[in-house]
Every structure is written in C-alpha cells, then in structure tokens.
C-alpha cells in the first residue's frame, strides 16, 4: 500500500506522540527529517507547511497539518479508532482531556524547556514556576475520575500524547534529581503499560528511545537527527 502520509519529525519531539498514533494504526507513512540542529523548522520550507516554525507536519491528501492534538484527532476520527466517535456518550471527557493535554499540561512543558522564550532577563524564576505547574498537573490528572484512559489496557489516542510528555521532564527539564515519575503510581503504570505496545517499541526502535522510554527514560540516542 503506498503512503499517502509524510511526517515532519526530530526524535524525541512533539512528534514522537504522531508517530506512536501512526504505528498503532499501523497505516502506512513516510518520515522526513527535520534538522533540529540546523533550526530547519525555521526553514522557508517548513514554514510554508506550519507557519508557527514548530515540530510536527502531517502532510495529507487534504493538505498539511500542524498542532499536535489536531494531528492526532484526525487520524482517530479518519481511521475510527483511539477515540470515541462523536456521538459515543464517552466523547465529551474524551475531547475534555484532549484539550486539557493540548492547553494545560504540553503548554506548561514549554516553558521548562524554553524558559527564555517566556521571561526577558533571568529564566530561573519561570523554570522554576513551570516546574511547579508540572508537578501540580500531574497531581489532578493521577486523581481523575474521568481520565479512565489512564487504567485501560487498549490505546487511546490520550496515551499516545501523554507517553512521551511524561519522558521529557526527567531529561529535559532538569533530570531526574527532582523529577521521578514514580511519585505518581497511576501515571508510573501508565507509563509501562504503554511502553510494553508493540506499536510504542517500534516508535523507540526508530528513536533511538531505549527499552523503557517512558517509565524510566535514558537519553535519546537516534538513528538520524537531533532531538535538541
């Protein structure tokens, strides 16, 4: 079957959560590289697929797509799976956390990770801000009720954007010193759970992620690219 789906990517970015949607799926799809090293998503190419300058691009027969949750929602909603289909009584909390991973807990991450984009002058207030905002966020989401996506053993579409957001905090927002997901035992189970899917061991194989990328990360060592 040929693939009629191009992903823009750098290991162990924002599009490490597509390519676990897509190896889930198991639909055919191509990679294409984009050289973090370089700051080729500043190039004129790849703005002219995501204007924001910012990794992942699906490219589809309807055109490009940006925005991680919006990649990820239209691959569940075009292959009807991983998601609750919009009249499924359990779509309102499904799309209610969809957001929530999008505006909440993917925007906090940012600001560990690029403090410099968030404060003129001294960063260490605001990594320090958004590390605390981390860590709070992930006290309401190991209480939810309604996150019973967490608890399942078949994938959701949640599972492949939480997974990764839940390695890069150790390795990229300070180390593990001061974050071990652990803590959190719901998460720490979700974490192995998914990392146990054959669709999430090939993602880590491609990756270069390891053998448990996401319960116990280690640095990210890929076959091509840079994840910085």
Same mark, same amino acid.
């Given at each position: $079957? ?25 639909? *055919? ?36 797509? !940006? ?15 991983? $998601? ?12 209610? /956390? ?12 940012? $600001? ?16 320090? $801000? ?24 078949? *994938? ?11 390695? /890069? ?9 001061? !974050?071990?997901?652990?803590? /959190? ?27 448990? *990328? !996401? ?6 060592? *890929? ?6």
């Amino acid at each position: $079957m040929t693939a009629d789906l191009r992903l823009h990517y750098a290991p162990d970015n924002a599009s490490l959560c597509v390519r676990l949607a897509l190896e889930e799926l198991e639909v *055919p799809y191509q990679t294409v590289l984009v050289d973090r090293a370089k700051q080729g998503q500043k190039s004129a190419q790849f703005l002219a697929l995501n204007p924001n300058g910012l990794i992942p691009v699906l490219e589809t027969p309807q055109g490009p797509l !940006f925005e991680t949750a919006a990649i990820l929602m239209w691959l569940a909603e075009r292959h009807g799976r991983l $998601m609750p289909a919009v009249d499924h009584p359990d779509r309102m909390h499904a799309v209610q /956390w969809m957001v929530w991973l999008a505006n909440t807990l993917h925007p906090t991450l940012r $600001m560990m990770f690029y403090p410099q984009q968030y404060a003129d002058g001294d960063t260490a207030p605001t990594h320090r $801000m958004a590390g605390m905002r981390l860590r709070a966020h992930l006290d309401v989401l190991a209480a939810a009720q309604t996150a019973d996506w967490l608890d399942r053993d078949d *994938p959701t579409i949640h599972a492949c954007y939480l997974a990764p957001m839940l390695r /890069w905090p150790a390795l990229y927002g300070g180390g593990a010193d001061w !974050f071990d997901l652990a803590k /959190w035992p719901r998460l720490h189970a979700f974490a192995k759970r998914t990392e146990a899917r054959e669709s999430a061991r090939r993602a880590a194989l491609a990756e270069g992620l390891g053998p448990t *990328p !996401f319960s116990h990360p280690s640095p990210c060592n *890929p076959p091509e690219g840079s994840a910085l």
